[in-house]
């Protein structure tokens, strides 16, 4: 079993800063993707940030417009862990924010699957 846990949001004013962060746990082989999503009242989820890549850390990240040039998204290999560093929040960020990675679980043993994790989300909310 894989799971993801979630933290690190919460109520901040407009202009604000937040981090989110995303750990991966259970039976890991590899990890391919990760990235944040978001779902606001009424609207359909939609990609906030991804990114790929393996060794110790980096790799190639995507962003959605709205976001570009405010959120970094950043990720630990080494901890299964992708962060989400949201500066200069504005009202319209507010929303639930999910992580979701992809990755081969599994071990030798028992082999090997191709799986799609989602955490359980977390609430960001940005007052104007």
């Known amino acids: 079993q894989v799971q993801l846990v979630e933290s690190g949001g919460g109520l901040v004013q407009a202009g604000g800063s937040l981090r989110l962060s995303c750990a991966a746990s259970g039976s890991i082989f590899s990890i391919n993707a990760m990235g944040w999503y978001r779902q606001a009242p009424g609207k359909q989820r939609e990609l906030v940030a991804s990114i790929t890549g393996g060794g110790t850390s980096g790799g190639s990240a995507n962003y959605a417009d709205s976001v570009k040039g405010r959120f970094t998204i950043s990720r630990d290999n080494a901890k299964n862990t992708v962060y989400l560093q949201m500066n200069s929040l504005k009202p319209e960020d507010t929303a639930f924010y999910y992580c979701?990675?992809?990755?081969?679980?599994?071990?030798?043993?028992?082999?090997?699957?191709?799986?799609?994790?989602w955490g359980q989300g977390t609430l960001v909310t940005v007052s104007s």
């Open positions: 979701k990675v992809s990755l081969v679980a599994g071990e030798r043993a028992t082999g090997y699957r191709y799986l799609e994790v």
